[in-house]
């Protein structure tokens, strides 16, 4: 036997979900409204109970650039002023960002989605010198890691973390947990701007030329992640239990970026190893 679902009014008297709602009162859970949003459910006032056709052509516009505004706002802040963005998350500011985690799987799908329909190689596909089951390999793992690209910038998260925390724990004062958030916003930031070099990518995939791209890219990446962790420091100086100058923070900031790209590389070749080791 099937029984409605019931919930209580604000008099105490139950009321039927599939009932309609007293005027007044939310049209989602039937509390009282006392504003533009119910205080119960968070669901808006103005919900209309019939969606019509103007009620569509107005949602989808505010669907993809009111409610998503989080993302936009977010990689902007995140390319012109990452140090200060992630200061601002991660002392709570939260509700003007998109979560950062969530940033990286989404911008980092749709990198994944544009390489694997563009069929991009970043390799020199005719590279002399290679044999061709090297070359195989390679093209294996980078469309591996290219398809599954979000997930594996998540997988280098904590190496990030675990490298920053000891190099810049005194002169930031964060904790594990907050590098690891810091790391996650400086990568959706950067293959955010990545995503710039996709027609390039594509127009020099599998060439001698794809190969300085992805120097330029790497050369850039390490750039934009010392900057970003150079400026996170001076912004929490004051706070931080060690006082340092600005070329130390530089300094420290380029070993943080240098050392994450060589845990990237390390984690690569057990990678391209245990490839060879299986598939032999």
């Known amino acids: 036997m099937s029984h409605a679902v019931q919930t209580a009014s604000p ?16 049209l ?27 009620h569509l052509l107005h949602e989808i516009p505010h669907s ?42 989404l ?49 280098l998260l904590p190496i990030s973390a675990t490298v920053a925390t000891p190099l810049l724990r005194r002169t930031t004062g964060y904790t594990w947990a907050e590098q690891l958030v810091a790391a996650a916003m400086l990568s959706g930031g950067l293959a955010a701007a990545n995503m710039l070099a996709i027609p390039a990518m594509a127009h020099w995939s599998g060439t001698p030329v794809i190969q300085t791209i992805a120097l330029i890219m790497t050369l850039s990446m390490l750039a934009y992640k010392t900057w970003g962790y150079a400026q996170l420091q001076a912004l929490t100086a004051a706070n931080a239990p060690v006082q340092t100058s600005a070329i130390s923070r530089w300094i420290r900031g380029f070993f943080v970026s240098l050392l994450e790209y060589f845990g990237t590389i390390v984690l690569f070749t057990i990678g391209v190893g245990i490839y060879l080791f299986v598939t032999r």
């Open 11 to 26: 008099s105490g008297v139950p009321l039927s979900h599939s009932a309609p709602p007293l005027a007044g009162h939310c």
């Open 28 to 54: 989602n859970c039937h509390h009282r409204l006392a504003g533009p949003h119910c205080h119960h459910c968070g669901q808006a006032a103005s919900a209309p109970v019939r969606i019509t056709t103007h």
């Open 64 to 105: 993809i650039f009111h409610v998503d505004h989080g993302v936009f706002y977010t990689i902007r802040e995140m390319l012109l002023r990452p140090g200060l963005s992630i200061k601002r998350y991660l002392d709570g500011e939260r509700k003007p960002f998109f979560s950062p985690l969530s940033l990286l799987l």
């Open 107 to 155: 911008v980092g799908g749709i990198s994944a989605f544009l390489f694997t329909k563009l069929h991009i190689q970043l390799f020199d596909t005719h590279q002399p010198g290679l044999s061709p089951r090297v070359q195989q390999v390679q093209n294996d793992m980078m469309a591996l890691i290219q398809k599954y690209q979000a997930w594996f910038s998540i997988l």
